[in-house]
């Protein structure tokens, strides 16, 4: 089983900034792509950023020239630094691992989340 634990949340006034991290642990082979997603009350779950194995990375246009996605695939590791952030990016952000396990198989797992809140 496959354990992925976010931290860095918390109250961040306009502006600011503010960096999560991810971290995988338990019994896998490779991990594919690291995401991280976002839901903000009312809306549903979207995909803020993506990091490949290769290092290449998708960002939403929401949040292109703001954050930042990086990490170590091999170690199960990703971040997001949050720059100049605004009170529309407030949610609660999860941290989503595609990751291959012996037999061939591919299974995403996500972390429980972790509450941004940016106050005006």
């Known amino acids: 089983q496959v354990q992925l634990v976010e931290s860095g949340g918390g109250l961040v006034q306009a502006g600011g900034s503010l960096t999560l991290s991810c971290a995988a642990s338990?019994?896998?082979?490779?991990?594919?792509?690291m995401a991280w997603y976002r839901q903000v009350t009312g809306s549903q779950r979207e995909l803020v950023a993506r990091f490949y194995s290769d290092g290449s990375t998708d960002l939403a246009a929401s949040v292109k020239g703001r954050f930042t996605v990086s990490g170590d695939n091999a170690l199960g590791t990703v971040y997001l630094q949050m720059n100049s952030l605004k009170p529309e990016d407030t949610g609660v952000y999860y941290c989503?691992?595609?990751?291959?396990?012996?037999?061939?198989?591919?299974?995403?797992?996500w972390g429980q989340g972790t509450q941004v809140t940016v106050s005006s």
């Open positions: 989503s691992a595609n990751v291959e396990i012996p037999g061939g198989y591919a299974y995403n797992y």
């Open positions: 338990g019994s896998f082979l490779k991990v594919n792509i």
